[in-house]
Nanobody, 118 residues
Framework: QVQLVESGGGLVQAGGSLRVSCAAS????????MGWFRQAPGKEREFVAA????????YYADSVKGRFTISRDSAKNTVYLQMNSLKPEDTAVYYC???????????WGQGTQVTVSS
């Protein structure tokens, strides 16, 4: 089992920045990748960004490319999502997730609310 705890969400004006964090605990030795998804009201959960745990390769949704940066601190088993130039359409609950099995995300955090006002 892996436990994930997100923090750092909040309210920000359009054009502003926020950083959300996700700390993993438990069977973290089997981590292959960590990522962020988000879900806005009335919409399906969508992929935002991911990072491979060994090589640090990063992947982004087109909607956030160039504005968001995912990074990791392996020693702390923590992943970060730096969000710049935020837009109202970025408003959502952001979920941290970890992949311990190839091809899927196995564990999810409780989510943290990010609200961007216009």
């Amino acid at each position: 089992q892996v436990q994930l705890v997100e923090s750092g969400g909040g309210l920000v004006q359009a054009g502003g920045s926020l950083r959300v964090s996700c700390a993993a605990s438990g069977r973290t030795f089997s981590t292959r990748a960590m990522g962020w998804f988000r879900q806005a009201p009335g919409k399906e959960r969508e992929f935002v960004a991911a990072i491979s745990w060994s090589g640090g390769s990063t992947y982004y949704a087109d909607s956030v490319k160039g504005r968001f940066t995912i990074s990791r601190d392996s020693a702390k088993n923590t992943v970060y999502l730096q969000m710049n130039s935020l837009k109202p359409e970025d408003t959502a609950v952001y979920y941290c997730t970890v992949s311990t099995t190839a091809g899927r995300y196995d564990y999810w955090g409780q989510g943290t609310q990010v609200t961007v006002s216009s």
